[in-house]
C-alpha cells in the first residue's frame, strides 16, 4: 500500500491521494470487517488486518508523504 501511495503522488495526483487511501481502508473494513449494527464497539477486524488501519494512520502522518500531498 506504501508503494501505491508513493505512485500516486509522483503521477500528480496530489491531495487525491490522502482521499483514495482512505477509501481503500475503508473498502476493506467493509469488507472484512465484522459489527453488529447500531453498536460502533463492536467492530472486529480479523486478526491478519489489525495492524492495517494503524499502518495507514502512520502512513498518513509521515512528514514525507504529507510533503508531496
Given at each position: 500500500?506504501?508503494?501505491m501511495?508513493?505512485?500516486r503522488t509522483e503521477t500528480g495526483?496530489?491531495?487525491d491521494v490522502l482521499r483514495w487511501a482512505d477509501y481503500m481502508l475503508i473498502k476493506l473494513c467493509q469488507k472484512f470487517g465484522e459489527y453488529t449494527k447500531d453498536d460502533p464497539n463492536s467492530f472486529r477486524l480479523p486478526e491478519n488486518?489489525?495492524?492495517?488501519?494503524?499502518?495507514m494512520y502512520h502512513l498518513r502522518q509521515v512528514t514525507f508523504s504529507q510533503k508531496f500531498f
Open positions: 500500500m506504501a508503494r501511495v508513493l505512485c495526483d496530489g491531495p488486518f489489525t495492524l492495517y488501519p494503524q499502518f
